[in-house]
């Protein structure tokens, strides 16, 4: 039973089931925001244009009622929460590619020096030219 625990402290610390919450979280609180953008200011404003409640809007056909009001407003919350994950999306993407550009500009410490006696190319930290066999001053 200790080793059960130990194994799911283990799991629960670990930095993607942390970060994981973190974003179920954070996704459901802006989900709220939406709902309330969605259903307190742009049903209100469009249903300013029918003359109507926007949400109440349906159809009834004999003893069915469809609800399309409802419907277009879930639709409405779908296509905002869409937009802004797709800004966010993006935002991390450019960010991710500057960063990399920004590595790809740092030049990389050499390898390889050049021999000052037979211009071979022998690694940097060589105190003798495996080619010429010379004595190599450290400080080239």
């Known amino acids: 039973m200790k080793k059960l625990l130990s194994e799911f402290k283990e799991f629960a610390l670990r930095g993607n089931v942390i970060d994981l919450a973190v974003g179920v979280i954070v996704g459901s609180a802006f989900s709220a925001i939406v709902t309330s953008l969605v259903n307190d200011i742009i049903s209100p404003l469009l249903g300013l244009l029918f003359q109507q409640d926007f949400a109440e809007l349906s159809v009834s056909f004999g003893g069915i009622t469809l609800a399309y009001g409802a419907f277009i407003t879930a639709v409405i919350n779908f296509l905002i ?12 993407n450019t960010a991710s590619r500057l960063f990399k550009r920004k590595q790809e500009e740092t030049p990389a410490e050499p390898a390889v020096k050049v021999c000052p006696f037979c211009k071979s190319e022998i690694a940097i930290d060589a105190t003798r030219c495996p080619h010429c066999t010379s004595s190599l001053d450290t400080a080239d």
């Open 81 to 92: 929460v869409t937009l802004a994950l797709f800004a966010v999306v993006k935002a991390i």
